[in-house]
């Protein structure tokens, strides 16, 4: 079994990377911290499970994925999408980085999940176990999504030149 002090240093490493997934799924700070603080102890409660210590990245992200899921689901019920609040950007963020936000809202959920994973440097089979899809599907997700946010920057681009 894993020491809670290894634990506790592998979950520090994941954090950064967990909160962009939940937030990818959730869409506002506070889910996201309780979907995380609910995947910590649900991984800690089963960290006995776990076969393999070199695939704790995977495993853990999974499980967050799951609750941030589950989260939704009840968040869904409870609030009309209509009536959640649109969170405000962090001050100091850029235009750039307010049009890439944007753009990435615009691309399917898998798509925006498989693409950042990617960005934090998991590799291919990593993505297809917290995703739960086979490699090429993961292949072709990323693929889709730097081709469409290509295209809607783009637009967004010319657009603003238009103008």
Do not use: H
Not at 17 to 46: H, K, Q
Not at 99 to 128: C, H, T, V
């Amino acid at each position: 079994m894993i020491s809670t002090d290894a634990f506790a240093q592998e979950i520090r490493a994941l954090t950064d990377t967990a909160f962009a997934v939940s937030y990818l799924i959730l869409g506002n700070r506070a889910d996201c911290e309780d979907a995380m603080s609910e995947a910590i102890l649900r991984a800690y409660e089963g960290r006995d499970k776990l076969k393999r210590w070199d695939s704790f990245r995977a495993w853990f992200l999974r499980i967050l994925r799951n609750e941030a899921y589950t989260l939704l689901r009840k968040r869904r019920r409870l609030t009309p999408v209509e009536e959640l609040p649109e969170e405000a950007a962090p001050e100091g963020d850029s235009a750039c980085r307010l049009d890439l936000r944007s753009a990435l809202r615009q691309l399917p959920e898998n798509q925006r999940i498989s693409l950042l994973l990617q960005q934090e440097g998991y590799d291919l089979g990593e993505i297809a176990e917290i995703t739960d899809a086979p490699v090429g599907t993961v292949k072709s997700r990323i693929s889709r999504a730097k081709k469409a946010l290509r295209a809607i920057l783009e637009e967004e681009y010319n657009g603003k030149q238009a103008i």
